[in-house]
C-alpha cells in the first residue's frame, strides 16, 4: 500500500493535504475496528472503568462536527448536538453509549467526513489562518488549520485507547 498526503482535486492544496490527514485517519478508524463484536464495542476495559470504542467514536464525530460548523461560520445545530452528542455529561465524562452497533457508528462517521469534505470543498488556503473559538466554553482560539489537524490528531490519539481495549479485550475472552 502506498501513503501520501495528496490533497483532493477539488481543493486548494494545503486544504486538501489536511483534509487528507483526516481522511486516511478515518479510513484507519474503520480499519482498526473491522469485526469487532457489539461486546467488544461496548467493552470498557478490565474493571469496566474506561471509556468504550463506542464512547471514543462517538465522541471523535462529535469533535469533528463541531470542527466543521466552525469553519462554516454556522452555529452547530440542536439536532445534530442531540443525535451525536453531549460531548460530555453531567460528571464530565465521555457519555455512555450501548447497543449502538459498530455499523451504525462507522455509518455516522462517514457522513462527519462527507460533511467535512463538503466544507473543505469550500475552504480557500488563505481561509486556513481565520481564528475561531473552541473548547467546551468557547474559551479557546485557534486558526481553522490548527482546527484540521486537530481533528487528525484527535482521531489518533483515540484510536489508540481502541487498540489498548482491543488488546485487553481479546485477552478477556
Avoid at 460530555?88 to 449502538?100: F, K, S, W
Avoid at 489537524?149 to 481502541?162: C, L, N, V
Wanted: negative net charge; glycine residues 6%; proline residues 3%.
Amino acid at each position: 500500500m502506498f501513503y501520501d498526503l495528496e490533497g483532493e482535486a477539488n481543493m486548494s492544496p494545503v486544504v486538501g493535504m489536511l483534509y487528507s490527514a483526516v481522511k486516511e485517519n478515518s479510513q484507519r478508524l474503520r480499519f482498526i475496528t473491522e469485526g469487532m463484536s457489539q461486546q467488544e464495542v461496548d467493552y470498557k476495559g478490565p474493571d469496566n472503568n474506561f471509556n468504550s470504542a463506542a464512547q471514543l467514536i462517538k465522541h471523535i464525530m462529535y469533535v469533528d462536527l463541531n470542527w466543521v460548523y466552525k469553519m462554516k461560520g454556522q452555529p452547530f445545530p440542536d439536532s445534530l448536538k442531540e443525535q451525536y452528542g453531549p460531548m460530555i455529561d453531567a460528571n464530565n465524562r465521555l457519555p455512555m453509549v450501548e447497543g449502538m452497533s459498530l455499523n451504525t457508528l462507522m455509518s455516522y462517521n462517514e457522513g462527519v467526513l462527507q460533511m467535512l469534505e463538503d466544507t473543505c470543498t469550500q475552504l480557500t488556503d488563505a481561509d486556513l489562518g481565520n481564528v475561531v473559538t473552541f473548547g467546551h466554553h468557547n474559551e479557546k482560539q485557534a486558526t481553522i488549520r490548527w482546527g484540521l489537524w486537530h481533528m487528525a490528531d484527535h482521531s489518533r490519539y483515540h484510536q489508540a485507547h481502541i487498540n489498548l481495549l482491543r488488546k485487553w479485550y481479546a485477552s478477556f475472552e
